[in-house]
């Protein structure tokens, strides 16, 4: 493929952040307002597969509604959680506790001096997934993204296409020369119904959901030298210990 632009998903993607990262962040953040919940590790991969921080919320107070009655657990407390946990979780972040996954660091870097365009498209508020960025890669490899859509920046979350969709129309991009970096089926839904090519790195959460329809299917990109990437499927060839960028342009 002629390549022009990457777009990456940030959770389970550019760092590990689901089980120890953001369940910890939402538990610290209802304790502290006094609500009686607590995700449990297992608990919580099930509420992964709902994309968006309250739509999560709301979907797990409303399982509950003797215990979660909607005229005090609705938008307006959902919306206090959420800014706590943001607050708490770039705390995480700053303090180093999710760090970056193999092999997107020298991909990004690849991919900057071809001159490829980069983005990430995510569910996750800004303000966490820019701490991330800056935490794990740096200033400088912040400010080669072309732009970060974040959070509710479309209405219609993943797996529908529509947050690829508005980096694709803003940019005038060909979705044919577009690969998503992605870790969930919701993702690889959403970059498949956008007409663009997906790479998936399984994360804790996902390990286990079927990808059949993705481009390529790794443990994660890998690096020369360190960890080595698993390849589970896709195009990609089964030999390979660690994924480039020529390797994504085959696709």
């Given at each position: 493929m002629n390549?022009?632009?990457?777009l990456?998903d940030?959770?389970g993607?550019l ?8 369940r910890?962040?939402?538990n610290r ?9 607590q ?5 919580y ?5 709902i994309?968006g921080g309250?739509?999560?919320l709301k979907?797990?107070f409303?399982k509950d509604r003797?215990k ?5 657990f609705?938008?307006e407390?959902?919306?206090k959680i959420y ?5 708490i979780f770039k705390e995480?972040?700053?303090?180093g506790d ?8 020298r991909?990004?870097e ?6 490829i365009l980069l983005?990430v498209?995510s569910t ?16 400088q490899?912040?400010s080669w993204?072309t ?5 509710d920046?479309?209405?219609k979350?993943k797996p529908a296409p529509?947050i690829y ?11 044919a ?8 089926r919701n993702g690889?839904?959403?970059a498949?119904?956008?007409?663009m090519?997906?790479?998936i790195?399984?994360s804790?959460?996902t390990r286990?959901?079927?990808?059949s329809?993705a ?6 990109l890998?690096?020369?030298?360190g960890e080595e ?13 660690y994924?480039?960028?020529?390797d994504i342009?085959?696709?």
């Amino acid at each position: 493929m002629n390549l022009r632009a990457l777009l990456f998903d940030c959770d389970g993607v550019l760092a590990e952040t689901e089980r120890d990262g953001h369940r910890v962040a939402y538990n610290r953040a209802m304790k502290s307002l006094g609500i009686d919940a607590q995700w449990q590790a297992d608990e919580y991969g099930e509420l992964v597969l709902i994309s968006g921080g309250k739509e999560r919320l709301k979907y797990y107070f409303e399982k509950d509604r003797a215990k979660f009655p909607d005229d005090k657990f609705g938008t307006e407390l959902i919306q206090k959680i959420y800014v706590e946990k943001t607050a708490i979780f770039k705390e995480m972040v700053n303090r180093g506790d999710m760090p970056p996954r193999p092999g997107i660091a020298r991909i990004v870097e690849e991919a900057h001096g071809a001159g490829i365009l980069l983005f990430v498209c995510s569910t996750s508020h800004r303000e966490s997934v820019e701490a991330l960025l800056k935490k794990n890669y740096g200033e400088q490899v912040f400010s080669w993204f072309t732009e970060l859509f974040c959070g509710d920046v479309v209405a219609k979350k993943k797996p529908a296409p529509d947050i690829y969709l508005l980096a694709k129309n803003k940019y005038g991009l060909d979705p044919a020369c577009c690969c998503v970096i992605e870790d969930s089926r919701n993702g690889l839904l959403a970059a498949k119904a956008a007409g663009m090519r997906c790479l998936i790195t399984k994360s804790y959460y996902t390990r286990h959901e079927d990808f059949s329809e993705a481009d390529g299917v790794a443990s994660s990109l890998g690096d020369p030298g360190g960890e080595e990437a698993l390849i589970c499927g896709g195009r990609l060839r089964k030999d390979l210990t660690y994924i480039s960028l020529e390797d994504i342009r085959g696709f």
